[in-house]
């Protein structure tokens, strides 16, 4: 283990230090809209991550257009399509999360989730 | 290829296809055909686990007739067709135990909505249990998670949505680990199928390679769903979320949606790691101390609970950590205790939750504590389902609790460094147990005056008045003392079935 493995594969140090800094934010924000935009550098960090197991140097993208069939010329297509599902997952959870938010601002006014927990503690419900 | 082997697929297909067509159901509709769908595949499933038991082999099935290394697989043995029969069963019987409630609390508009979640829910279950591709479990995870997170909110208030917020904060991390654990291991082995991964991990674990990672995406897996399934220290979103939302889905998320990630978790452990290798990796000392916590931390705030509905969602708390404690011993006789208490735990504690609220009904809808006193008399059948439910949690014999505890110790005997840590967390747990637990039962049988009777409104409810949740509450009653008198041949099952998993 030493630095110089850190730095010939930074692209992947790069995502996992994006992925902690969404990680802490969904984690530790207090503010809902904080909270959400954590969750999508995380996922963000993942596609980075998942685009670059599949990047091979000096290959295209494997879409065939000027006849070469080779296996050699294209890079390895399945985590483009993995990303493109976590796409669609993390597309669909924003949009949950947000319209919860939705729900919260309007019956409370704020979008500090431990200030909404005081509040429902003196509601009694 | 039998004409069984396509069952489990077309079980998948179904619930899949009946979210969608509820939506534009009406609610009576919608409920009915949700319970012919889980009955059908509860059927199907049953013939699955017929066939498995008799080939005594497992099958694959091919998704899109692509071969093994690119194509999309379905793999069934013993142990995925029964808990899928068995996941069916208690589903069925959550739903016919909370229909009063239901229509009572979700809008008229929204009642086709909950079976939309519903359906999809056991969609995700099903493919969280037949799957062999590590990629499409973290989908269905996340299915499972945003139709959970549906039942929790379609309660409308303020306690519901909060939890079902926090739920989702939580779940998300978990399946964001998940996911980052997913992509090591792909990175690492160039495979997404359980099979082909397990082949080069015990190639590179022979090498001696790669030693670190295959530790850290482990630990994230393990993390991931730990924290998805209310392990000890991730468990505050639970109490809210199970204590506020209607009583079908508290019993589903209870018994059911936590359970399917410990069954994916069985599956890593086993399928793609090779449980030798999970073993030798430590990863399980780290389960078994949080295990351990979970279930002397999760029994103490049920004991300070004032809440009926807060008390028994705290002690899922408990039994979750009873369940990874059993993984923690690392040995193959600890998992089938812990898979004995997935099926105990979802059997007992969809019990005490339609039985509370049997209690509750008699005692002017209040969960509180004080309120209850009596109440045993007022409704009789909830009164005995609740009795046998606290019985089985506190370990009583005869009753399923008893026997899931009874195979933890054994467990724990085998295992020279972990057994007294073992044997004294089950005893202090099961005395907190019993402390919470039997508390109530007293309060429940303890009569009440005629004046305070009239002036706090209970009354007397027969157990004919509402039939399909006494319906529920006998069939559970049954299941408990079925898992508590004739465990054996279910747990020959299920070692029959773990050593198909490998």
Not at chain 2, 54 to 81: C, K, Q, S
């Amino acid at each position: 283990m030493n630095v110089s493995n850190l730095l010939t594969n930074y692209e992947e140090a790069i995502a996992m230090i994006l992925f902690g800094i969404g990680f802490s934010n969904l984690l530790l924000q207090k503010n809902l809209i904080k909270k959400i935009i954590g969750l999508n550098i995380m996922d963000t960090a993942m596609y980075l991550f998942l685009a670059l197991k599949g990047y091979i140097a000096g290959r295209k993208a494997p879409i065939v257009t000027n006849g070469v069939q080779s296996v050699e010329a294209y890079i390895n297509p399945i985590p483009s399509g993995l990303v493109l599902t976590g796409i669609v997952v993390s597309v669909s959870v924003t949009a949950l999360m947000l319209s919860l938010t939705i729900r919260l601002y309007r019956r409370y006014h704020t979008l500090d989730l431990d200030e909404i927990s005081v509040r429902l503690k003196k509601e009694g419900l | 290829m039998a004409f069984v082997q396509n069952f489990p697929f077309m079980s998948i297909i179904l619930s899949l296809f009946a979210g969608p067509l509820s939506s534009v159901l009406g609610g009576k509709k919608a409920k009915w055909l949700n319970l012919a769908v889980i009955s059908i595949i509860g059927a199907m499933s049953v013939a699955v686990l017929v066939f498995v038991a008799v080939t005594d082999e497992a099958f694959v099935y091919t998704m899109g007739h692509f071969p093994a290394p690119w194509g999309n697989e379905i793999r069934v043995g013993i142990l995925e067709a029964f808990m899928a029969v068995f996941f069916c069963l208690i589903m069925l019987l959550c739903m016919l135990g909370g229909v009063f409630e239901r229509e009572e609390e979700i809008e008229d508009t929204k009642q086709n909505l909950y079976y939309v979640m519903v359906n999809m829910l056991l969609c995700s279950l099903l493919a969280l249990i037949y799957t062999n591709d590590l990629f499409t479990a973290y989908v269905f995870v996340e299915i499972n998670t945003i139709s959970a997170c549906g039942l929790i909110m379609i309660k409308q208030n303020g306690r519901t949505l909060e939890a079902a917020t926090r739920y989702m904060i939580m779940s998300l991390m978990g399946s964001g680990l998940l996911l980052l654990g997913i992509c090591f291991l792909y990175g690492l082995t160039g495979h997404l199928l359980m099979s082909n991964i397990k082949e080069q991990v015990a190639l590179l674990h022979a090498g001696g390679e790669y030693t670190v990672p295959l530790l850290i995406s482990l630990g994230l897996m393990s993390t991931g769903l730990a924290i998805k399934s209310a392990l000890f220290p991730f468990h505050s979103w639970l109490p809210d979320a199970y204590g506020y939302s209607t009583l079908s889905s508290a019993a589903i998320l209870s018994s059911l949606v936590s359970k399917g990630y410990i069954f994916l978790l069985v599956k890593i452990f086993f399928r793609v790691f090779g449980f030798g290798i999970v073993r030798d990796s430590k990863v399980v000392n780290v389960l078994f101390v949080f295990g351990i916590a979970g279930m002397i931390m999760g029994s103490i705030s049920a004991i300070w609970e004032n809440n009926i509905r807060r008390m028994i969602a705290y002690s899922s708390v408990a039994q979750i950590g009873y369940i990874y404690m059993g993984f923690g011993l690392g040995t193959t006789a600890g998992v089938i205790a812990s898979i004995y208490h997935i099926v105990c735990h979802a059997a007992t504690k969809s019990l005490l939750f339609v039985a509370a609220s049997g209690l509750t009904d008699v005692s002017g809808d209040s969960t509180k504590f004080l309120d209850l006193t009596g109440a045993g008399y007022r409704n009789k059948l909830a009164g005995v389902a609740f009795t046998v439910g606290s019985l089985s949690m506190v370990g009583i014999p005869m009753f399923s609790g008893f026997i899931s505890k009874l195979l933890f110790a054994q467990a724990g005997m085998e295992s020279r460094n972990k057994m007294l840590l073992t044997l004294i967390a089950l005893a202090i747990s099961t005395i907190l147990n019993a402390v919470y637990f039997m508390k109530t039962v007293i309060r429940i049988y303890t009569p009440v005056p005629a004046e305070i009777t009239r002036e706090k409104g209970y009354i007397t409810m027969k157990a004919r008045e509402r039939l399909p949740k006494s319906a529920a509450l006998i069939c559970f009653i049954i299941l408990n003392l079925v898992l508590g008198l004739s465990s054996e041949p279910i747990i020959t099952l299920f070692r029959r079935g773990l050593a198909m998993f490998a």
